[in-house]
Every structure is written in structure tokens, then in C-alpha cells.
């Protein structure tokens, strides 16, 4: 398909059509990764922009390999560093980076809507590396890439994530793409971070851990983000593991081919268990290497957009 959109900014509003299109298209530059020469020319003479308002290993670090992958230029803002700590807003920054000719601003915020909102002001192409508890859309579509490479499929698949949804844009990412590829979403954690509200937007929502896990194919564990809660919202990290933590024993009541996956960073010994982390059933470290190959299909899918306005985000 002709991919029409100006920006990458969230899952909710791509079509199952568009996911597996960057799907697709990630799996061919997954095989460019693989070449003795893993560079192409798609991005030559284009300038992308990291934008990053919040700390990132995995995000940032892909997405500046990926443009270079590409053979664009990248520039990495360092917010620490900027003139945001003398009072700049977010949008005079961007328009200062705009008018240093960025035609693409990564973007990772604590504000959930900030890439919206830039991608409303700007003439460059805006991707959303993160904005808040809202969507983390290109986690999203790598934790989908690997479900399907490892599965064969994602239609009928079902996914348990596992912890703190109220607060996990991967979450809401990975609920919108999941479902509109047809898999079947089961969220489990504490009442206080996985309220009953989450069936509103058609998953299952189990508080017992057993009864989350006895029958899934993928279990997408997130980790509990102290950053963004605004008050305990469980008695202790303690009482957290021994209630929702995945070890070895709690495997035994799986599909033994149940893949267990993290966004990252993980917690071990909190939301997941060292040896199951680096376990056979784990793909964790696969994910990083398939958030590469998603990263360069999102900014070779968007530099290729037509100015069809009105399929622009
Ligand atoms: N998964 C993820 O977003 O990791 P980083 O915060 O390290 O980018």
C-alpha cells in the first residue's frame, strides 16, 4: 500500500492495513540488518532530530541507528543541555530545530499529546517515541513484529500483559494493535493499576495471575512505572512480586511455549525473575533487535508519504 501519513503518532488511529504494512516492511530491512553491508541509501540527505524530554536506552539508541541505517544525518537533543532549561517552550524548541531544516523530530515526552501536538505545529514529520501513559506506538508495533515472527501469526493469538497498565502507554499501544489484528488481550495486576475501566476497550481484565497465564501464547510483562504514579498504589514492591511477580515455578502453570516478552528496563526480581528474564521461552533481547528493523520501516514508510492531506494524522 501507499502510505499517506506525514507522522507516526499513535496505534489507535492506524488501520490494520497500516500495521502490517510497517510489519511487512520492517521484516525486509530485518533482513538488511543481517547483510555484511547493513546500510541503504532511502534516508541520504535527511536530517532526523531526538528529541528526547525523558531518559531512554532503547528508544533513543534505535531510532539513532535506524536513521543512520538509513544514511540520514542525526542530531540527539539532550534536554539536560538545552535552552528548555532556560525556559524555551517545547514548541519554540522544535520550530528552532524546524528551521535547522529536521525533517524528522523523534519525540519522547512526559506529556502525554506532546507529538500530537508538535505534529499540529510543524512541517517536519513527527514520530512519538513515548508521550506520557499514552501510546509508545513503535514499541507497540515491535512487541506485535515479534509475536508474529515467533508465532507465525497474530489473528486468534492470546496475549496476557502482565502489571502496571493504568500507567504503560506500551500497554495501550499493544492493545490497539493487538486487537486490530484480531489477537485476544487479557490485562492482569492489581486492581489499582488494572481497573475494570480496560474492558471498555474490549480486554479481558483478570486480576488472579493464574487465571491470566493458564492459557496464553505471550505473556508481555511491564514493569511498574514509579515515575509517573502519583501515589503508592499497592502496599510494596514485596507484596507486588509475590502477588504478579513471573519466576520459574509460576512458568510451570503455562503453555510451554508461551513466549515471555518486556518492553524494558526490567526489574528483576520484581516483575520477573532473573532466570526467566534469560530463559529459553524469553525473547526479550529479540524485541531490541526487532525495534531497529521497525524503526527504519516507520521513517522509510513516513519520508515516502504523499501529501494527502487528509489521511495525515
Ligand atoms: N522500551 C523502552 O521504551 O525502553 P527505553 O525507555 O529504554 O527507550
Redesign the pocket.
Known sequence: MTWHRKDLLDLQSLSAEEIVTVLDTAREFKAVGERHIKKVPALRGKTVVNLFVE??????ISFELAAQRLSADVINFSAEASSLRKGETLKDTAKNLEALNADFIVIRHSAAGAPHFLARVLGSHVVNA?DGAHE?PT?GLLDIFTMREKKGRVEGLRVTILGDILYSR?ARSNIWGLQKLGAQVTLCGPPTLVPRTFEAMGCRVVHDLKQAIRDADVINLLRIQHERQRKSMFPGLGEYTNLFGITQSRLADTKPDALIMH???INRGVEVDGDVADGERSVILEQVTNGLAIRMAALYLINSSRGDSAAHN
Open positions: 531518559p531512554s536506552t532503547r528508544t533513543r513515548g509508545h514499541q506500551v518492553p524494558g528496563p
